[in-house]
């Protein structure tokens, strides 16, 4: 059965910091690529991030500089670094693994920026 397991959201002030984590569970981690998606209110799932199975990083363009994805293949872990937040980073983050055309979602986790 897989898992993808999200956490480390929250509410923090713009300006602030979180990191997310998604643990993996029942794939092999090393062969998916693993990304990071956001869905605000009314919105579409939108790309934040991606890293590969050899670990090539793409961001989206709202979240260069600010945002760092990276994957510990000892821990099947994949984590979003957020910093220097906006509220328009406000959503629900969702973790996403694919290989090839086979793919799988985590359940996500709600970050909100406010004062």
């Known amino acids: 059965q897989v898992q993808l397991v999200e956490s480390g959201g929250g509410l923090v002030q713009p300006g602030g910091s979180l990191r997310l984590s998604c643990a993996a569970s029942?794939?092999?981690?090393?062969?998916?690529?693993m990304s990071w998606y956001r869905q605000a209110p009314g919105n579409q799932r939108e790309l934040v991030a991606a890293i590969s199975s050899g670990g090539s990083t793409n961001y989206a363009d709202s979240v260069k500089g600010r945002f760092t994805i990276s994957r510990d293949s000892a821990k099947n872990t994949v984590y979003l670094q957020m910093n220097s937040l906006k509220p328009e980073d406000t959503a629900v983050y969702y973790c996403?693994?694919?290989?090839?055309?086979?793919?799988?979602w985590g359940q996500g986790t709600q970050v909100t920026v406010s004062d």
């Open positions: 996403k693994a694919q290989a090839a055309t086979l793919y799988y």
């Open positions: 029942g794939i092999i981690f090393s062969r998916y690529a």
